[in-house]
């Protein structure tokens, strides 16, 4: 089947009207980006957030007509709400006459001047986490290292920016929808002490999701933006597999105290883990360290210790790329069935050697951190009486 095309679909929305101002959706500039992939598409709507949630029937609107072409077999549209600040460079520019979002209550995240950069006020750290390549554990390690930071007594939230794959309705039991209490800014959802946030709470999980470099972009950001994540000491955050564009907007836009790296042991893994650190590195995030996961089997039954995957890989790598080796995590079936399950094994079952394994990693970042902003401090006055 040929595939749906961008301008059949513009098209298409061209016949949605918003009652408001007589125009349709495409007159007005709303139509932001729109992304095709066999039969699903994804829309995204640039809105005024003044506007918000009584644009919902518009939203609906637009889905219902794109669902209706044929051969489209499923069709998204999210709402995203322009920001005021100065698009990176080589962005394209903002559409003119466009809301602006600067002097928004409640402390929402802003962009600094200039730089395009998101901050959440009220967040002292923002970290994310980050792997070269899917499947090697980022979000299991991302959740029991949050949870990790909670366990030693640091105020820590969780944003899954794992939009390509959101894994926190599932690892944390979430299935209620998080409640606004303004209609401008989300409650985020606490689990087990955490503060946290997925689009997978917002969109249902049967929704394909296929979103371009920029749409991850928005929709991170209205994360960060638009939640009332209050005072924290960390905000993680599970960042989308992978150093493709979308990771590298993300990791320059969002103000980002440090990145820490998971890994398996293998070569090929570890390759991906080098372009990882690299991609942090070109936009000067200092790179926290390197996590090995799945770094050796215990045997469930006997509790026996096997190198099956060339166990320290991670840590000669971390080594030679002159970066800290934070810590090495077995692969075990109870760290897997814990997350599956929705009680991830920092809660579910706190004083195995595994939960420890955790807090030890989540204690040298912490320390890393503190250290951090300890540095940034200026120099103490020294006064010679
Ligand atoms: N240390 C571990 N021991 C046993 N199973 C693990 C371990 N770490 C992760 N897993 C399991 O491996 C699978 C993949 O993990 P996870 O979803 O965290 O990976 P990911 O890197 O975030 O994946 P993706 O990139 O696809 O989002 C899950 O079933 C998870 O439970």
New binding site residues.
């Given amino acids: 089947m040929a595939e749906i095309t961008e301008s059949a679909i513009r098209s298409v929305l061209e016949t949605v009207i918003d009652p408001v101002t007589a125009k349709s959706v495409v007159a007005l500039g709303m139509v932001g980006g729109v992304a095709t992939r066999g039969g699903h598409v994804a829309v995204t709507l640039d809105v005024d957030p003044a506007r918000g949630p009584s644009l919902e029937p518009l939203r609906q609107a637009c889905e219902q007509a794109v669902r209706a072409m044929p051969g489209v077999l499923s069709a998204t549209v999210v709402m995203t709400a322009e920001r005021a600040a100065a698009p990176p460079p080589g962005a394209p520019p903002a559409r003119p006459g466009g809301p602006a979002r600067a002097g928004h209550s409640h402390g929402p995240a802003h962009a600094a001047p200039g730089g395009g950069r998101i901050e959440v006020p009220g967040v002292k750290h923002i970290i994310a986490v980050a ?1 070269g ?11 029991n290292l949050a949870l990790g930071l909670a366990a030693i007594g640091v105020r820590t939230g969780l944003l899954d920016a ?1 939009i ?2 959101p ?1 926190m309705p599932r ?1 944390l039991s979430v299935h209620e929808k998080p409640e606004s209490t303004d209609s401008k800014q989300l409650k985020p959802i606490e689990r087990y002490g955490l503060r946290t946030m997925s689009i997978g709470y917002i969109v249902n999980e049967d929704t394909p999701m296929i979103w371009r470099g920029p749409m991850v972009s928005s929709a991170l950001e209205q994360m960060l933006r638009d939640v009332q994540w209050g005072d924290l000491d960390v905000m993680v955050v ?1 960042m ?3 150093t493709g564009d979308a990771q590298l907007t993300l990791a320059q836009r969002v103000a980002l105290s440090g990145a820490v790296i ?1 890994s398996t042991p293998q070569d090929i893994a570890l390759v991906d883990a080098r372009k990882g650190l690299n991609m942090f590195r070109k936009v000067a995030v200092p790179v926290l360290g390197i996590i090995e ?3 050796y089997f215990l045997c469930p039954k006997c509790g026996e210790r096997s190198e099956i995957f060339g166990h320290g890989g991670a840590h000669e790598e971390a080594d030679k790329l002159g970066v800290p080796f934070l810590g090495e ?9 814990t ?2 399950e929705g009680h991830p094994i920092v809660v579910a079952r706190p004083d195995s050697p ?1 939960a420890k394994v955790y807090k030890d990693i989540a204690q040298r970042v912490w320390q890393q951190l503190a250290e951090k902003a300890a540095g940034a401090r200026p120099a103490p006055r020294i006064v010679v009486r």
């Fill in positions: 792997s390549k899917g499947g090697v554990g980022k979000s299991t390690t991302a959740v794992d390509y794959g894994s690892m599970d989308p597999p992978g998971v996961n799945m770094s995590i077995p692969l075990h079936l109870d760290i897997r069935t997350s599956d595994h």
